[in-house]
């Protein structure tokens, strides 16, 4: 049962990969973040999740990291609202997916951003089912699974010195990090 599985990064990838492994899939692993920036943080997390996929002789297609951005509008438009802009990145990604697994004859597709707690996964799982009814392929989740199983693949991963990412991927999750953390510096030199 081949599978075309989208991958966002490392952690997110290990169980789901090993799940679905155990229940007698073939996955066809594709990177394919263009959201991600900036490119040196695009390419650490292909490295941790290009050994996940060596880890279990499985390569990992890598299409070319700029590719659609543009055309997606994805960074020339100004988000209403982060759903939106989310809603536009797992579309995005999922929609290459499609494109990959029918250019290959593979007739399921799923991601392993449903693997994270952090992700919204009741609408990446309206979009993959979108998807999915309108190009006549299966959308696979696991998620409940695979969530389960997030922190402890966080563990094992960080304990092999892997570079594990801190922010979701794009530019607004990147800043929205740093305003956390001069907020909480903020409390702390308020509080001391
Ligand atoms: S927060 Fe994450 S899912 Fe949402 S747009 Fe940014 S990278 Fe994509």
């Known amino acids: 049962m081949r599978i075309a599985l989208h991958v966002c990064c490392g952690i997110c990838l290990k169980y789901p990969l090993k799940d679905l492994l155990i229940k007698g899939f073939i996955p066809e692993g594709i990177y394919y973040n263009p959201n ?17 996929m060596r880890e279990n002789s499985l390569k990992l297609v890598v299409p070319e990291y700029n590719s659609d951005i543009e055309a997606s509008g994805f960074f020339s438009e100004i988000p209403e609202s982060r759903f939106e802009q989310c809603r536009k990145c797992y579309s995005m990604r999922l929609k290459y997916t499609v494109f990959h697994a029918k250019a290959n004859g593979i007739k399921r597709f799923s991601t392993t951003l449903l693997g994270s707690p952090y992700q919204n996964i009741k609408l990446i799982l ?26 402890e693949s966080k563990r094992s991963l960080r304990s092999t010195g892997a570079y594990l990412q801190k ?5 607004y999750s990147k800043m929205d990090r740093k305003l956390e953390k001069c907020a909480i510096l903020a409390k702390t030199r308020v509080t001391i």
């Open 36 to 52: 991600i920036h900036p490119y040196g943080e695009y390419l650490n997390r292909l490295e941790t999740a290009n050994n996940v």
């Open 167 to 171: 922010y979701c991927g794009c530019i």
């Open 126 to 151: 309206e979009i993959g089912n979108e998807l999915a009814a309108v190009n006549g392929l299966e959308f696979v989740s696991f998620h409940e699974e695979w969530a389960k199983e997030y922190h």
